[in-house]
């Protein structure tokens, strides 16, 4: 047997799951919509179509990296991820999921701007933005040069942050619940929170609907502070009304 061979099936196991936690993810928060909001993806199911295509080849591209990533960890320890919860102080547990979180979203956020250079965004990102408005299904709608910049940055990160494995999967559930939630057309958390000293620094679907309405401002994932620091932060935003509500 070629010994390529168990490194591309790890990389189509990992797409696959990656496919599978899409639609479980973004499904339930459809449901979730249909039942909290009804009427709001009413007429959308050809844009939701075309969400679900571009996702679930963004899904094959984001498992081709993170497949190599895994099949080393196991074979060659090639990473810093860790099973020992003695290896490091339990301290450096939540140090290390934000500072993932912190170095994702510094990459997203300079890569996201780089999408909005004309010629990018003709190419690729307009993919994302077809979406109008966006939807629970569209977090991953990328076309596939887009998907690669997001494919690959978790991947090398556990080459150089030490990430105990149970934290790797908690930086994994943040991303994937705060990539639908942000897109889903609706804000799922309190007022208080949006609104309060928390909101002013962390990115929920308010702040990101701005970014869909103006396109050239609220570029961050997770939170605000690189477009405070560049001056792109642009406040909250407002969502599409249900059918038959009154502004």
């Given amino acids: 047997m070629s010994p390529l061979v168990p490194i591309i099936m790890s990389m189509l196991a990992m797409s696959g799951i990656i496919a ?10 459809a449901l979730a919509t249909r039942a909290t909001q009804p009427g709001l993806y009413a007429g959308l199911n050809p844009q939701i179509g075309r969400e679900i295509r571009w996702s679930l080849w963004s899904a094959f591209i984001y498992g081709a990296p993170a497949g190599f990533v ?3 960890w196991q074979n060659r ?16 547990l939540p140090v290390s999921v934000l500072a993932f979180l912190a170095a994702h979203d510094t990459w997203f956020y300079w890569t996201h701007r780089l999408m909005h250079v004309p010629w ?3 190419i690729a990102h307009a993919v994302h933005h077809d979406s109008r408005p966006p ?7 990328f076309h596939p040069w887009e998907a690669l910049t997001g494919a690959v940055v978790i991947p090398a990160l556990v080459f150089l942050i ?3 494995v149970a934290a790797l999967g908690a930086v994994l559930a943040i991303m994937t619940v705060m990539g639908v939630t942000n897109h889903m057309g609706w804000e799922m958390f309190p007022r208080r929170l949006v609104r309060g000293r928390a909101g002013a620094w962390l990115i929920t679907a308010s702040h990101h609907q701005r970014h869909h309405d103006h396109y050239r401002c609220n570029y961050g994932l ?14 909250l935003g407002e969502f599409r009304r249900k059918k038959g509500s009154v502004r």
Avoid: E, K, N, Q
């Fill in 20 to 29: 599978v936690r899409y639609l479980l993810s973004s499904g339930g928060f």
């Fill in 70 to 72: 895994a099949w080393g």
């Fill in 77 to 92: 320890g090639w990473t810093l991820i860790y099973t020992d919860i003695h290896a490091f102080p339990l301290w450096y």
């Fill in 120 to 122: 990018w965004f003709r």
């Fill in 135 to 141: 939807t629970a299904w569209a977090a991953m709608s």
């Fill in 162 to 164: 030490p990430i105990h």
């Fill in 222 to 235: 997770y939170f605000r502070v690189w477009d405070r620091l560049c001056s792109t932060d642009d406040g």
